[in-house]
């Protein structure tokens, strides 16, 4: 299946995520906020078929991540999650280099099912028509 980078900063969620994931067969890398979640990126080489993220994070948020990853990595697919709508909205000009944002709460099946869908995605040609 995928390599997934799960960056969360609640240790639940990301227990819970991370979990659900790897029951879909998933290998799952985890990070606890937006630093660690590069420094993994970067120790990996940029080798995640997906980089799912938070946005609200201490020391660098998702969004940021985001941006940093996108530029360093431009082929990463990128799903967000939240529990915020101020931080979802946060995320709006972000659709070139972002699927999708997943609000918080979700059940076992959303998330499941917005992981698939995102790693389904053709990057080379959905996201690009949004340029």
Do not use: C, N, W
């Not at 790897?22 to 290998?27: L, T, V, Y």
């Not at 940029?46 to 941006?67: A, H, N, V, W, Y």
């Not at 998330?111 to 040609?125: F, G, P, Q, Y």
């Amino acid at each position: 299946m995928a390599k997934i980078l799960l960056t969360e900063d609640d240790e639940a969620v990301r227990g819970f995520v991370g979990r659900a994931l790897r029951i879909d067969g998933h290998d799952i890398v985890e990070a606890i906020d937006g630093e660690d979640g590069f420094d993994k990126l970067q120790e990996h080489e940029g080798q995640f078929d997906l980089l799912l993220t938070d946005i609200k994070m201490p020391f660098m948020d998702g969004i940021e991540l985001s941006r940093l990853a996108a530029a360093t990595y431009p082929d990463l697919k990128i799903l967000m999650m939240t529990g915020f709508a101020d931080q979802r909205e946060r995320a709006d000009g972000l659709e070139k280099i972002v699927i999708d944002v997943v609000p918080k709460p979700f059940a076992l099946k959303e998330i499941r099912t917005a992981v698939h869908e995102a790693l389904s995605v053709d990057t080379s040609e959905d996201l690009k028509k949004s340029a």
